[in-house]
């Protein structure tokens, strides 16, 4: 059964950072493309970073430089580092897992950034 469970949201103040872990079972985690995507209140869900399995690394449009994705084949964990949070960054972020016509969503995890 493939799981990808996320997980380090909370509420945040503006200017903090958080680590986003999504931990993955039941694939062969070094085979797949791994991306973060968010969605914001009242928003459609967004594509936020990605990395392929090589380690090469993408993200989405006014997001590289506070953003951050990494992985960790070792531990079939994909992460996501936020730096200075902003209150438009609130919202459910998921993982999600692709390799070919395979797709796998993460349950997702709240980011709420207010004072």
């Known amino acids: 059964q493939v799981q990808l469970v996320e997980s380090g949201g909370g509420l945040v103040q503006p200017g903090r950072s958080l680590r986003l872990s999504c931990v993955t079972a039941?694939?062969?985690?070094?085979?797949?493309?791994m991306t973060w995507h968010r969605q914001s209140p009242g928003k459609q869900r967004e594509w936020v970073a990605l990395i392929t399995s090589g380690g090469h690394t993408n993200y989405g449009q006014s997001l590289e430089g506070r953003f951050t994705i990494s992985r960790d084949n070792a531990k079939n964990t994909v992460y996501l580092q936020i730096n200075n949070l902003k209150p438009e960054d609130t919202g459910v972020y998921y993982c999600?897992?692709?390799?070919?016509?395979?797709?796998?969503w993460g349950q997702g995890t709240q980011v709420t950034v207010a004072s």
């Open positions: 039941g694939i062969i985690f070094s085979d797949y493309v």
């Open positions: 999600r897992a692709d390799r070919n016509t395979l797709q796998y």
